[in-house]
């Protein structure tokens, strides 16, 4: 019925829910039990949400996320060259 993805830094980054399972609270269960593992391992749950997307925003709002408007983080990781 849906699905969210997480970036290697715990992100969530892209989720889903099909439309006939939209408006009923499906995402809003799914980010939240994703959120409890990512914390029951030790690691912060956060987002990226476009100015665009009210409907998220209003989900991360509902779940007691904090908003830092103007932030932006780009992290970019360059392997060092194999030996081999």
Not at 2 to 28: A, H, V
Not at 40 to 64: D, E, M, W
């Amino acid at each position: 019925m849906g699905w969210c993805l997480t970036d290697e830094l715990s992100t969530f980054r892209m989720g889903y829910i099909l439309p006939e399972f939209r408006n009923k609270g499906y995402m809003k269960r799914l980010v939240t039990n994703l959120a409890k593992l990512i914390h029951q391992r030790g690691h912060p749950a956060y987002t990226f949400v476009t100015k665009s997307n009210t409907i998220s925003q209003l989900l991360c709002k509902s779940l007691g996320m904090t908003e830092y408007p103007h932030t932006y983080y780009y992290l970019k990781m360059t392997p060092r060259k194999s030996r081999l």
